[in-house]
Nanobody, 116 residues
């Protein structure tokens, strides 16, 4: 079992940056593909980025490519999402989870609000 706690969200102006963190408890973290997901107001939750535990390969939602970077530190059981050049349409609650996501791993998420 893994518990995930997201942090690092906040209010930022368009063009700004934020770095989200997701700290995991549990011994299986290092062998999980991890991902970031988001749910904007009135929208379905969507995939944002993921990283393979095996080879570090990364995948991104087209709209965040070149702006967001996912990384992980297995020694700290933490996965990060560096978000640059934020846009108002990035406003959402951001969650981390295994990829594909596991129902019991959803945490509280962290709110990101981008003002225009």
């Amino acid at each position: 079992q893994v518990q995930l706690v997201e942090s690092g969200g906040g209010l930022v102006q368009a063009g700004g940056s934020l770095r989200l963190s997701c700290e995991a408890s549990g011994r299986t973290f290092s062998v999980l593909d991890m991902g970031w997901f988001r749910q904007g107001p009135g929208k379905e939750r969507e995939f944002v980025a993921s990283m393979s535990w095996r080879d570090g390969r990364t995948y991104y939602l087209d709209s965040v490519k070149e702006r967001f970077t996912i990384s992980r530190d297995n020694a700290k059981n933490t996965v990060y999402l560096q978000m640059n050049n934020l846009k108002p349409e990035d406003t959402a609650v951001y969650y981390c989870n295994a990829n594909p996501p596991l129902l019991n791993y959803w945490g509280q998420g962290t709110q990101v609000t981008v003002s225009s």
